[in-house]
């Protein structure tokens, strides 16, 4: 497959646009299109008064055509915006030259002028572009040299698009990468369509935040004792964990690990953590008013598909509702007569490099149903007949053997999350070497690949430049991360396109929602397509999913986050009484 194969032609596009009542979370409101056919160079330009006359797109969308942009996923937008039929064809040159140049030191980034600048290309400068952008998020209305200057702008980029298409187009995987264009039409679907908020909770919250923070330290902290006014002191927290027994990581300089990612590791082991890592978070910067959430009370935000080295989406932590501290997802609840419902894969990594590595005792395992007891029994630490209940301690252990090979932990750290002495970790590490040698087998070879060879790929082509990452937990993780991105982006496909509404896509999991008398087949549908997501990426080994249903009038609330929400929101109802 190649170029000529699209005989109606390739179009190249791009759209200016901004959110509606420029208030950010809302859907975009298309101000021009700019489309210039490809290799001919004959360009046409629409202003926002030409697109609303508008039933279809100004140029063919069928089979037989191509439509290339620069990050997709905001023409599709626009598409929508318009009732425009999104086009059966789109190439990404955004997606294509981050799979092309991902792991490499790129001097000007990966945007459209970091690209450019990459292959050699003219382009402006960043400083008119930033400039050229303000004035459209101004929105309007503009004077006609205005719009004159806007359509000029926006024809730079095709132009652009033009130079860019014709360096890139010997190294582009066709099959593949018309592929990830399909995935940034269902990121634009499940963009516009975005998540319900709370938007009355939501208010609260922005107007009584300030005022009730020493009132949450002092709600918080009356159980750790480690807040001097609104400063933390390390000193305090080393105490608490001595009277607790709770085993904390340390710096070689000896002193804890005060790092956020540390606090959020040790709150999924030790529940009494959660709290207080909750209060930090939100207190180490927090911006409500970041959160992205529309007139209609969504949130709505970039996914930024494909910027996470792995594939993955990494969306603004900021805008995201599902980037800041958990507590904040109980801001999550669906419109009356509505509910949502959490889909994610039951032990995703785990099965992936069961699949990947054909290791039978581990694909066994993971088709038992709890992957974690049944190493305990493959390693003879439990008997055949042993469950849950009668052997959870062995099971515990080796759920978090499990997890320290998935982060690359090793045995200091494994022992002092199972608190125990290392020579127990070593123990379970080596056990698991033992009961899943094909794995370490396989593992130790895409290690080998990615040092010799300069590159790891994941199944549907997304590939890295391994030259510059040496680091041996990352290449050995890489196989199972990709390619759940990889999954993820089939399941996202099949669900748009079959009709469910996607919310968000949150790492292994999907959010979505429907109207409470089709919720529970919306349900079924989605568990079934994540289930064909999952043997199309494996070579048909399938993996299950697990589901966390939430009907109005309830809101979605993580457990880590559930002793903050309630003493803010109880702080919130003392303030609005007084």
């Not at 932990?409 to 608190?419: F, T, V």
Request: glycine share 8%; net charge neutral; proline share 5%.
């Amino acid at each position: 497959m190649n170029a000529s194969d699209f005989t109606e032609g390739i179009y190249l596009m791009d759209f200016e646009f901004h959110p509606a009542r420029t208030r950010e979370g809302n859907p975009p409101v298309p101000v021009c299109i700019v489309v210039r056919e490809w290799p001919s160079g004959t360009t046409r330009r629409y202003w926002q008064a030409d697109l609303q006359q508008m039933s279809t797109a100004p140029f063919p969308t069928s089979g037989a055509a191509l439509c290339v942009a620069y990050y997709a996923s905001a023409e599709m937008d626009c598409f929508r915006v318009l009732g425009w039929d999104l086009p059966i064809n789109v190439l990404d040159l955004f997606a294509e030259f981050r799979c092309q140049t991902n792991g490499l030191r790129l001097a000007h980034g990966s945007g459209l002028l970091g690209a450019l600048m990459h292959y050699g290309l003219p382009s402006i400068g960043g400083e008119q572009k930033d400039a050229m952008r303000d004035l459209i998020l101004t929105g309007g209305p503009w004077s006609l040299a205005e719009q004159s200057k806007i359509l000029d702008y926006c024809e730079t980029d095709v132009v652009a698009l033009d130079n860019l298409l014709t360096a890139m187009q010997e190294q582009i995987d066709w099959p593949r990468a018309l592929l990830r264009g399909r995935y940034m039409k269902a990121v634009s679907r499940i963009q516009m369509n975005g998540t319900p908020i709370d938007a009355d909770t939501l208010e609260k919250l922005e107007k009584y935040w300030a005022a009730i923070q020493d009132r949450l330290i002092a709600a918080i902290d009356s159980d750790y004792g480690v807040y001097d006014g609104r400063t933390f002191k390390a000193s305090r927290w080393e105490d608490y964990l001595g009277t607790n027994n709770i085993p904390w990581p340390r710096l070689e300089s000896g002193r804890l690990d005060m790092r956020d990612d540390i606090f959020r590791e040790m709150a999924r082991t030790y529940v009494e953590v959660a709290p207080i890592r909750e209060l930090r978070s939100a207190l180490s910067g927090m911006r409500l008013n970041n959160l992205q959430v529309g007139d209609d009370g969504r949130n709505r935000c970039l996914l930024s598909p494909f910027r996470a080295r792995t594939g993955r989406n990494q969306p603004s932590n900021s805008k995201f509702i599902f980037g800041p501290s958990v507590w904040l997802r109980g801001l999550i609840r669906p419109k009356p007569g509505w509910g949502v419902a959490s889909v994610d894969w039951s032990q995703q990594e785990f099965g992936i490099a069961a699949a990947l590595s054909a290791d039978p005792e581990m694909m066994a395992a993971y088709r038992s149903g709890d992957p974690y007891l049944a190493f305990a029994i493959q390693a003879g630490a439990a008997p055949k007949t042993a469950t849950r209940k009668t052997h959870e301690p062995e099971r515990e252990q080796f759920k978090a053997c499990v997890l320290a090979v998935q982060y690359g932990m090793g045995e200091a750290s494994l022992a002092a999350k199972i608190n125990q002495p290392v020579a127990r970790a070593r123990q379970l590490l080596a056990l698991h070497r033992h009961t899943y040698r094909k794995f370490w087998k396989w593992s130790d070879s895409a290690v080998d690949e990615a040092v010799l060879g300069g590159r790891l790929w994941a199944g549907f082509g997304w590939q890295i430049h391994t030259r510059d990452q040496l680091n041996d937990r990352s290449l050995r993780n890489f196989p199972m991360q990709a390619n759940g991105a990889e999954m993820l982006r089939i399941a996202c496909i099949l669900l748009t396109e079959g009709g469910i509404r996607v919310c968000a896509p949150v790492h292994d999991a999907l959010l979505i929602e429907a109207p409470l008398d089709e919720l529970d087949q919306a349900i079924a549908t989605t568990k079934s397509l994540m289930l064909e997501a999952s043997r199309i990426v494996l070579d048909g080994f399938e993996l299950g999913s697990d589901v966390k249903v939430v009907r109005y009038p309830d809101r979605y609330m993580d457990k880590r986050g559930v002793v903050m929400w309630d003493k803010v929101m109880g702080l919130i109802g003392e303030a609005e009484s007084t």
